[in-house]
Each structure stands twice: as structure tokens, then as C-alpha cells.
């Protein structure tokens, strides 16, 4: 067994070990985890859900000592001083638990996890509750944690669902997620959206980063004027990919200028005709809006979630 399949089966038992032990950690926002923190003149963790929900630093004494060390060499935790800290979170989800990277995500390739899961998750369940159609084959673009392609893997069990990724970091937690979720008929790969994988889909989801972010960290820089460049790319690429009655769902963040949709605006075009039928909705006329304070967003009034649903008709 290779060093990083070592890590993974390292990381799948914790995950198994969490969820025997009833472990349950619901994400908020980063502004919210700061703020809780912030209660706090030196956090240190009590127990597991201090560990491995709110990124908290612990004392040994919390593991035993074998299992500490498995874990360091298995690259899930490492010692701060008298201390240790976790590079993995966990979250729930349907009762599923979620591995992604620990608070704060500001590595080029964290994974992250957090209220746009729960709602890009439920968003998923109601496509689904509207299709009665088969799905034999479905994708999850930018699949990050994977949370899209488990609740589709599990809704949907006869269904081939592929989970592609940019960032190898991702994929990994993506396979070890299906795994202790059960969701035997996932598969990961890693590809520039749908660049690495052949044919067409029933299917298509994808919540992609939205951000216009300075940093430019993968799993939340969007591109573009404001955020909205890889949601207009992954329409435009994945629009050929549909079957007849195929569907495309795109969960994403939209910064409003002057009452204004930039994201609608660019995907209208690709829309036209009789081929695609769609909808869209505002889910959350205003989230993170602290971001408003950032010179890259001068211009917006503020930031909408929204949902577009195509389907191909012919």
C-alpha cells in the first residue's frame, strides 16, 4: 500500500470512528466559525467536535497515543507546540459525514465546505424529486468534497456518477467520502471540467467558486469581472455534453450591479431557441456580504445565490 492509499484508509477510519461515536457538526460561514472563536481567549478543544468541526487546537490527551500517531503520519494532524491541530474538518450532511479542509482555507488547494453545500445539496434533492426519468450516467463538475456526487450516487443508485476535479487534494477526499457514505457507483477523476471524460449525461451539476477573491485560491476565485467567468464556462461546456432530456443544474453566487445579473446576462445567449428549456431562481437574495467591504466588489449593491436548471429538449 502506497503512502498517500495509507493516508486515505487513515482518514476513512477516523471518518468511521466519528460516525460510530454519533459525531454530528453542522458548517456555518467562515464570518460566523471567526466569531465563535473569537469567544474564546484561547481556544482549546474538549472534545472530537472541537477537533474536527470548529479547527480548534487539542491536548494529546484526547487520542491515544497510537491513534495520534497514525494520524500525524498519515498527514491528518500535526503537533503546534504543545499542542496539536487538525488539517481535516468533518461535516454532516443527510446524516453523512464530510471530510474537507480544516478552518481557515487559505491553502491554494482547500476543499471546502460550508452553507452553499447544504443548499447546492438541496437543490440537487429537488431536481431530483421533479425527474422521473432514468439517470445512467451523471457528472458533478468541480466536485470538491463530493457532497454532489454522493446525493446523487445515493438517490440514484443504478447511475454511473463521476466526480472531476482540478485539484487532486479534492479528489481524494471525494473517494474517501463515497466510500464511508456507501456510494459504491462513485468515481473521481481528474479533469479541467469535462476535458478528461467521454460522452454525454443525463445529468450535469456543478457549484462552482464565485468569488472574486485576491488571492485567487482554486476552490473559491470564480474569474471574471466579478466572480461569474468559470459558471459562464461551465454552461458553454457542458451544454453539448446533455442528452435529449438531459439536465444541467449550476448552483452559483452572482454579484448584483446596478440591479443587474452579469451571470444570467452572459448564459442568455447560449440559451436561445427551442434546443434548451431553463429556469432560474434567486435562493438567497444575500450572502457574504462582508465581501462588499473589498475593492473588487466597488460595484456591487450585493450577492445573490442563484440556480440555473437547463434542460436539453432536443
Known amino acids: ?178 466510500e464511508l457514505a456507501g456510494a459504491n457507483n462513485v468515481s473521481v477523476y481528474h479533469s479541467d471540467l469535462l476535458a478528461s471524460v467521454e460522452g454525454q449525461f443525463d445529468l450535469i451539476i456543478a457549484n462552482p467558486p464565485y468569488m472574486n477573491d485576491e488571492q485567487q485560491r482554486a476552490y473559491r476565485h470564480g474569474g471574471g469581472a466579478l466572480g461569474e467567468g468559470l459558471s459562464v464556462r461551465i454552461v458553454r461546456e457542458a451544454l453539448p455534453r446533455l442528452e435529449v432530456g438531459g439536465t444541467l443544474l449550476v448552483y452559483t453566487g452572482v454579484a448584483i450591479v446596478a440591479g443587474q445579473d452579469p451571470f444570467r446576462e452572459a448564459v442568455a445567449p447560449l440559451l436561445k431557441g427551442e434546443r434548451f428549456g431553463w429556469t432560474y431562481r434567486e435562493l438567497d437574495p444575500d450572502v457574504f456580504s462582508e465581501e462588499l467591504l473589498k475593492p473588487e466588489y466597488e460595484r456591487a449593491e450585493r450577492i445573490a445565490v442563484v440556480a440555473l436548471t437547463v434542460t436539453r429538449e432536443q
Open 1 to 178: 500500500m502506497s503512502a498517500q492509499e495509507t493516508s486515505d484508509r487513515a482518514l476513512f477510519e477516523l471518518g468511521k470512528r466519528l460516525l460510530d461515536s454519533g459525531y454530528h457538526f453542522i458548517t456555518p460561514t467562515p464570518l460566523t466559525h471567526e466569531r465563535f472563536l473569537q469567544r474564546f481567549a484561547t481556544p482549546l478543544a474538549k472534545d472530537l467536535r472541537d477537533v474536527f468541526g470548529w479547527s480548534m487546537p487539542f491536548p494529546s490527551e484526547l487520542f491515544r497515543a497510537e491513534e495520534l500517531a497514525t494520524l500525524e503520519q498519515a498527514g491528518v494532524v500535526e503537533r503546534d507546540g504543545a499542542v496539536w491541530r487538525s488539517h481535516v474538518r468533518w461535516s454532516t450532511l443527510n446524516d453523512r459525514l464530510f471530510a474537507h479542509s480544516a478552518f481557515p482555507t487559505t491553502a491554494s488547494d482547500a476543499v471546502f465546505f460550508g452553507p452553499d453545500t447544504y443548499r447546492f445539496a438541496q437543490a440537487i434533492e429537488a431536481q431530483l424529486q421533479q425527474r422521473f426519468s432514468p439517470i445512467r450516467r451523471a457528472v458533478d463538475i468541480g466536485c470538491g468534497s463530493g457532497a454532489g456526487a454522493v446525493v446523487m450516487a445515493k438517490a440514484r443508485p443504478d447511475a454511473d456518477v463521476l466526480a472531476v476535479d482540478i485539484n487532486p487534494r479534492a479528489l481524494r477526499m471525494s473517494a474517501v467520502n463515497a
